[in-house]
């Protein structure tokens, strides 16, 4: 890959979405929606997370679904000047 396409890639901010978890049951919840969702969300980032070797975010509704938490790829440093 030459430098000039990591460059875009990096300038147009792509992540690798190393995982996508539905919860769309937690919309039933009511008032322990959010509680369920946070409370999903450490589990993963303590449970799974630490079996990749890269460091990850989760991130609830950033493909437009409100109830799906993407394991994405944390930002690499800017290193492409």
Known sequence: ???QVLRRIYAKKVRI???N???DFLA????????LMG??????A???APKFDMELDMLYGSDGNPFRL???KEKEPRWLS
């Not at 039933?28 to 509680?35: D, E, I, K, N």
């Not at 409370?39 to 993963?44: A, D």
């Open 21 to 23: 978890l539905d919860f």
């Open 39 to 44: 409370g999903f969300k450490s589990l993963i």
């Open 70 to 72: 993407q394991v994405v």
């Open 28 to 35: 039933a919840t009511g008032p322990l929606m959010r509680p």
């Open 46 to 48: 303590s449970a799974v």
């Open 1 to 3: 890959m030459t430098r």
């Open 17 to 19: 979405s190393v995982s």
